[in-house]
T-cell receptor, first 114, second 115 residues
Framework: QKEVEQNSGPLSVPEGAIASLNCTYS??????FFWYRQYSGKSPELIMF????GDKEDGRFTAQLNKASQYVSLLIRDSQPSDSATYLC??????????????FGTGTSLTVIP | NAGVTQTPKFRILKIGQSMTLQCAQD?????MYWYRQDPGMGLKLIYY???????DKGEVPNGYNVSRSTTEDFPLRLELAAPSQTSVYFC??????????????FGDGTRLSIL
């Protein structure tokens, strides 16, 4: 069973703080990892993707991947009220039977308080 | 470029009716996907296609059918609508030469209610 798990939240942080979102996955052989942001009533939009162990930074966002521990995280620095949304973690597990499929977590709801 | 276009945006069906959700992309992407998202939940894959003429089942394919006659279009068919199919449906596409490890681009979604 392929599983991607996220804490549903809600997670509340004050404006300017660092928001930390976590995601764990079930398959050690997983290949690629994505973070999407979804505003209420809207479609998911890509924030970050990461393939290799370590950190990847893009502006205020940092994705962290630890394949040995099977988790991927997203840090949002200097959080803004406009960051308030649901953040979805998606994993491609690879492999012959599931290599073309992405599995999504249920999402973490983030609220940034002004 | 329009990206991924889904029609209709909203639809109400009666139990037992059928309909087709349309999805078109103009980015020459080879991979296309259909997901459903129930309230407070993540996305569940219904069907996907790795190219014209090739389709395969995802996690939750029962009650749905797809076809991929062209690179651009990937319609989703509901034959006998059931209340359990009330959901928001998202179509997505991506381009990859060596595997599906590229980010997906999503359409705006179709909100479907079965009454």
């Amino acid at each position: 069973q392929k599983e991607v798990e996220q804490n549903s939240g809600p997670l509340s942080v004050p404006e300017g703080a660092i928001a930390s979102l976590n995601c764990t996955y079930s398959d050690r052989g997983s290949q690629s990892f994505f973070w999407y942001r979804q505003y209420s009533g809207k479609s998911p939009e890509l924030i970050m993707f990461i393939y290799s162990n370590g950190d990847k930074e893009d502006g205020r966002f940092t994705a962290q991947l630890n394949k040995a521990s099977q988790y991927v995280s997203l840090l949002i620095r200097d959080s803004q009220p406009s960051d308030s949304a649901t953040y979805l973690c998606a994993v491609n597990f690879g492999g012959r039977s599931t290599g073309n499929q992405f599995y999504f977590g249920t999402g973490t709801s983030l609220t940034v308080i002004p | 470029n329009a990206g991924v276009t889904q029609t209709p945006k909203f639809r109400i069906l009666k139990i037992g009716q059928s309909m087709t959700l349309q999805c078109a992309q103009d980015m020459n992407h080879n991979y296309m996907y259909w997901y459903r998202q129930d309230p407070g939940m993540g996305l569940k894959l219904i069907y996907y296609s790795v190219g014209a003429g090739i389709t395969d089942k995802g996690e939750v394919p029962n009650g749905y059918n797809v076809s991929r006659s062209t690179t651009e279009d990937f319609p989703l068919r509901l034959e006998l609508a059931a209340p359990s199919q009330t959901s928001v449906y998202f179509c997505a596409s991506s381009y990859t030469q060596r595997g599906p490890n590229q980010p997906q681009h999503f359409g705006d979604g179709t909100r479907l209610s079965i009454l």
